[in-house]
DNA sequence: ACGATTTAGATGTTGCGGCATGTATGTCAC
DNA sequence: GTGACATACATGCCGCAACATCTAAATCGT
């Protein structure tokens, strides 16, 4: 097995236990990961549209997630209204359910992020997020990382 | 958003396209990914139980690939029988046809870390392996890749 | 103004991961 | 030997990702 193999199935590997500690995080707040996620970028970028969300989660473009914010919309935590100046577009914003529930995620986040600095204990992680960086940034779900990170940046 | 966060989200972000890749190579086969790894796998060690594949899987503990197997069978690729020294086991060996497929999966394994080592370039992976490593290695899926190590580093 | 193209989103389908549960077989204590 | 437990696997369920396809609304060329 090579580097470029194993690096592969690391990061499966990691994906994945990533993805389970989260949803068993979100389980309490009858949320998956997608669910937390998506509901999390609308309380941050609301108004915001469908299209929008799409293209900072990480997920294939073309793919939109209508069927994500079709749960939240069910569960009252995001409202849903077709934009009066384009009819195409929805205007999705955050009830103050859904307020609150999104910080309750962000809680969780931070105790998944928590456990994961553990793991990484004091290992220098430049070069492993140099690397990756640069590998992700060659394809569209790497660039909504990095739109992401644009759009946080210049909030406080 | 800090390192930690950041890593996560690439390694989400690459998990999903390499997927993707992988799931485009496969199609021609008649393959997804998941069905891929597991008659490679099998090709590889068998005769072996689904418990065993389980094990080098990256896949939850307690989560057995029966359907995955499922489908290799109905599609001619594996053989199951039960073993009469302990009937609850499942012998799974490799057909012909299987075996062939099998090799087609690699090569086109090979033509997707060919990729990866293209966005990887000269930049070294060494301290990224050694990070994600080590962090792997605290749960049940990392240690599946360090099984599938040993494992092959015996083999020619 | 009108038809062609583009865009936003909805929806159907398939296979998968994860969890829970069920069933049969083997093992162990006593 | 019999009952309690453990093991190997099967199966039902949910939500998701990816792909394809569809509808409606906007835009563009002429």
Redesign the interface.
């Known amino acids: ?20 500690r989260f949803a068993a995080g979100l389980r309490p707040l009858d949320l998956t990961p997608a669910q937390g996620e998506a509901l999390s970028l609308i309380a941050t970028h609301e108004p915001m549209t469908l299209n929008g969300l799409g293209g900072l989660l ?3 473009s073309g793919t939109n997630p209508s069927r994500i914010v079709d749960r939240l919309a069910a569960s009252g935590l995001v409202e849903r209204e077709t934009d009066p100046d384009d009819r195409r577009q929805v205007r999705l914003t955050v009830t103050p359910l859904g307020r609150d529930r999104a910080a309750q995620v962000h809680a969780v ?1 931070d105790e ?2 928590g456990m ?2 553990e ?3 004091d ?14 940034a ?2 569209p ?2 660039r ?2 990095q739109r ?2 644009q759009l ?1 940046a210049h909030s406080p």
Chains 1, 2 share one sequence.
């Open positions: 097995m090579n580097d470029v193999e194993e690096l592969r199935y690391l990061i499966l590997a990691l994906q994945r236990e990533g993805n389970r990480v997920c294939d986040e998944l992020d994961l600095a793991l990484v204990g290992q220098p992680t430049e070069p492993a997020l140099t690397l990756l960086r640069s590998m992700a060659h394809f779900a790497g909504a990382l992401r990170q946080t």
